[in-house]
């Protein structure tokens, strides 16, 4: 799910892949859910990681407020790490903000 640029709160468009996402985990029992958080090259890099920080701060509590127990949610935030689109330093790109999840064995709980 991706995030307007510089900010962390759930667009109605993240809303949607959110509320497919909790109905897929509805199946899949109690298993842990991990969030990795993204930014794009615009910022700083340590700006970038409390954005990234934020924005999974953001999908947790959506979660939660569905229903998901907060102690199956581990999150870690990458910044400008990892790009889904390789771009140069200061480029904005709206793959790269973004909040991947993940659930199961091995989802860093």
């Given at each position: 799910?991706?995030?307007?640029?510089?900010k962390?709160a759930?667009t109605?468009?993240?809303?949607?892949i959110?509320?497919?996402?909790?109905a897929?985990?509805?199946?899949?029992g109690?298993?842990?859910?991990?969030?990795?958080?993204?930014?794009?090259?615009?910022?700083t890099?340590?700006?970038?990681?409390?954005?990234a920080?934020?924005?999974n701060?953001?999908?947790?509590n959506?979660?939660t407020?569905?229903?998901?127990?907060?102690?199956?949610?581990t999150?870690?935030?990458?910044?400008?790490?990892n790009?889904?689109v390789p771009?140069?330093?200061g480029?904005?790109e709206?793959?790269n903000?973004?909040?991947?999840i993940?659930?199961?064995?091995?989802?860093?709980?």
């Open positions: 799910m991706f995030f307007d640029w510089d962390s759930i109605p468009e993240a809303a949607t959110l509320d497919s996402a909790i897929a985990y509805g199946n899949c109690t298993v842990p859910i991990m969030l990795a958080g993204y930014t794009d090259r615009s910022g890099v340590q700006y970038n990681l409390g954005l920080a934020r924005r701060e953001s999908v947790r959506y979660l407020g569905k229903g998901i127990p907060a102690a199956r949610i999150s870690e935030a990458f910044g400008e790490a790009p889904r771009t140069a330093d480029v904005r709206l793959q903000r973004r909040v991947e993940t659930y199961g064995p091995g989802s860093g709980m």
